[in-house]
């Protein structure tokens, strides 16, 4: 039963007619929105943390394609007679010589 005059609420059968007032009820409310922002930020920690966890967790785990590149130094220049196509074809019958002498 909602009376406005004497305070918000009556709960006559479980507080022997003690009245909840408005001011009360906002402390109640107030509180209550509150915790739930504290869940919803300890929430959101929480995600963060499991995704940093998890991509540290991939990094130590999956490899990189830098470990199993090769790279090349002193190459020489290219011109139109020593085009992209020929250095790149040069490189790949040096590669598959090297490979094939080693055990």
Known sequence: MINLRNGFI???DIT???VLTRE?????????????MVCFLLA???ITYAVRVDAE????LLF???EF?????????LHPKYSMEV?????????????????
């Open 69 to 77: 590149a090769l790279e090349f130094y002193n190459l020489p220049k």
């Open 44 to 46: 959101i920690w929480f």
């Open 24 to 36: 009360n009820l906002g402390l109640i409310i107030v509180s209550a929105d509150l915790f739930i």
């Open 10 to 12: 009556h709960f006559a």
């Open 87 to 103: 250095l790149k074809a040069e490189l790949w019958d040096h590669i598959e010589k090297v490979i094939l002498t080693e055990p």
């Open 64 to 66: 990189e394609t830098k």
């Open 16 to 18: 022997e007619g003690k």
């Open 57 to 60: 967790r991939h990094r130590n």
